[in-house]
């Protein structure tokens, strides 16, 4: 029985499950290698965001990203924003978000084939798992 040939095309994002305990400051480190998983990607010139969103209460918090020329990123849940997430629920995980990383790269100047234009990647989605903490804030 013949069936046709499937090519995949594209770059499918690293999907990360994060841990974060409620009220605390949370940080996921994202190293960009080159093909040989060693050598640092030059991410020079590119500009990172990150959100998180709620499904339950249609709500997203912007994350704060740091980002260095050696390919390191580091995507940071501040205490401030932890400290909303689940509020007033009493069981082990009080929610789920989703989460994206997204980097924007300048073209590189080079008219033909999109070169030339700026790219949007989401190289990073996932879930973060929020545990409840039991200091008094369940």
């Known amino acids: 029985m013949c069936s046709p040939l499937i090519e995949k095309l594209g770059a499918s994002p690293a999907n990360i ?3 974060v305990v409620r ?3 949370a940080t996921l480190k994202v190293d960009f290698l080159e093909d040989d998983e060693v050598t640092a990607y ?3 010139g590119w500009t990172f965001s990150a959100s998180a969103y709620d499904p339950a209460g249609d709500f997203v918090d912007e994350l704060v990203v740091e980002s260095y020329d050696d390919g390191t990123v580091f ?6 924003i932890t400290a909303n997430w689940g509020i007033s629920k009493y069981k082990p995980i009080v929610a789920e978000l989703r989460f994206d990383l997204t980097a924007t790269i300048p073209g590189d100047g080079v008219s033909g084939g999109g070169g030339d234009l700026e790219t949007v990647w989401t190289p990073v989605v996932g879930t973060i798992c929020v545990l409840g903490d039991v200091s008094g804030t369940l």
């Open 42 to 44: 030059d991410t020079g």
């Open 23 to 25: 009220g605390d400051t």
């Open 17 to 19: 499950q994060w841990t």
């Open 75 to 80: 995507i940071i849940a501040t205490q401030d």
